[in-house]
Every structure is written in C-alpha cells, then in structure tokens.
C-alpha cells in the first residue's frame, strides 16, 4: 500500500473551515483515498473516501487533484467536538484489507 | 453503521496474568476482524487479522502465543494477553470491515489495558 505524508498538527478556529492536506504521491490506479478520524480515547472513526473524484457527505469533502498524488480532506464548519487525530489512508478497497495507519494529523479546534 | 463493542472497556491486571478481550459485532455478521494495537501517543497498529472458523494471521513481530485470537462465531472474536507484562500496556482496538460496501471499516470503542 502507498504511503502518505501528513503535518503532524493543524489548528483550525471553530465555525471556520478545517483544511487538511495528505500527499500520497506513490499512490497506484486501484487505491482508493481514506479519511478517519480519532477522537482521544476513542477508536477510529471512517470519514469518507475517493478514488479520483472529489467527494462529499455530510461529514465532510474530500478533493483529490488530477494527478491523484495528494488530497485535502475539508471540514466546512469546524466545531470543537472535530477535534481529532485525522488520518489518510491509501489503499485498496478495505472489504478484506486491514488499514494501515500513519502518524496522522491531529487538529485543535479552538473556541 | 455497524456498531462494535468491545469489554471490557478497561482494565487493570498483575503482571503474569491473563486477560481475555472481546469483540462483537452488534449488528451484522463478520468473517473476518482486525486487532489493533496503540501506545500513547502513536498510531494504531495491527496485531493479527481474526478469522471465523480458521486460524487468525498475525504481523510480524507479534507473538502468536502470547496473544491468542479465538473467532468463536460470526458476531464474536476475542484477543488474550497471557503473561502479561508492563509493557503489553496499551489501547487494544477491533475493527470489522463492512461487507457489503466493502469500503468502511468499523472500529471498537477500544479497550485500554494496564498490567502493573
């Protein structure tokens, strides 16, 4: 599986947009892009995922450029309760494949 | 979602002991569950990957007989620590991928072990 590149901490005022970068510039054609979040304490929780198109639910967007090498995961309004560790992921679909997490980005959300 | 539920969510035991984990599956059968593992501070990392009916596949570096997964049936796998140790301490979380998306996995809400 590819490997991804995240800052390792982001601060984001809340109400404002949270933006967070992922380059994954090993990525291959049939990987999908991943996005969990973990809040302290808590296990991982699944975001959203792309493979070439930009995606969007109600949790959040996910844009993926052309070229597929990096991404930017969007929390449009984020609130304190975003505060998270926020990982990307590069893989196959997951039906049967573990995830294999990086050091992730962790995101303060302040008041 | 699937919801997954692990017990006990916390525990505290003396070295040598053993400590039995478990994982269900609420709401929808799973043939396969994942084991990870979090030290404070770093990311999650996978221990084994829990099989129904056959036996689990464990990464390298993890002691298949110092952590014993049973996936007794399709709604229930659990991890044993035997001999634990201080430095088995850590967050033990599951996960089951969903099936039918094969997309999204589901995680436990962990369970954090201390072994003093």
């Known amino acids: 599986d590819a490997k991804t590149t995240q800052p390792t901490s982001m601060d984001c005022a809340e109400g404002r947009a949270a933006n967070l970068p992922c380059n994954h510039s090993?990525?291959?054609?049939?990987?999908?892009v991943y996005w969990y979040r973990q809040i302290h304490s808590q296990g991982p929780q699944y975001i959203i995922h792309?493979?070439?198109n930009n995606e969007t639910n109600e949790m959040a967007s996910l844009i993926i450029t052309e070229d597929r090498k990096s991404s930017t995961l969007i929390l449009p309004h984020a609130t304190l309760r975003d505060t998270a560790v926020y990982y990307c992921i590069v893989g196959r679909r997951t039906g049967a494949n573990n995830l294999f997490f990086g050091t992730g980005t962790r995101l303060t959300v302040i008041p | 979602g699937a919801v997954v539920s692990q017990h006990p969510s916390r525990v505290i035991c003396k070295s040598g002991t053993s400590v039995k984990i478990e994982c269900r599956s609420l709401?929808?059968?799973?043939?396969?569950m994942f084991w990870y593992r979090q030290f404070p501070k770093q990311s999650l990392m996978l221990m084994a990957t829990?099989?129904?009916?056959?036996?689990?596949?464990?990464e390298q570096g993890v002691e298949k007989d110092k952590f014993l997964i049973n996936h007794a049936s399709l709604t229930l796998s659990t991890l044993t620590v035997t001999s634990a140790h201080p430095e088995d301490s850590s967050f033990y979380i599951c996960s089951v991928p969903d099936g039918v998306s094969s997309y999204e996995q589901y995680f436990g809400p962990g369970t954090r072990l201390t072994v003093t």
């Open positions: 792309g493979l070439k």
């Open positions: 829990s099989n129904e009916g056959s036996k689990a596949t464990y």
């Open positions: 090993t990525i291959s054609g049939n990987e999908y």
């Open positions: 709401d929808f059968q799973a043939t396969t």
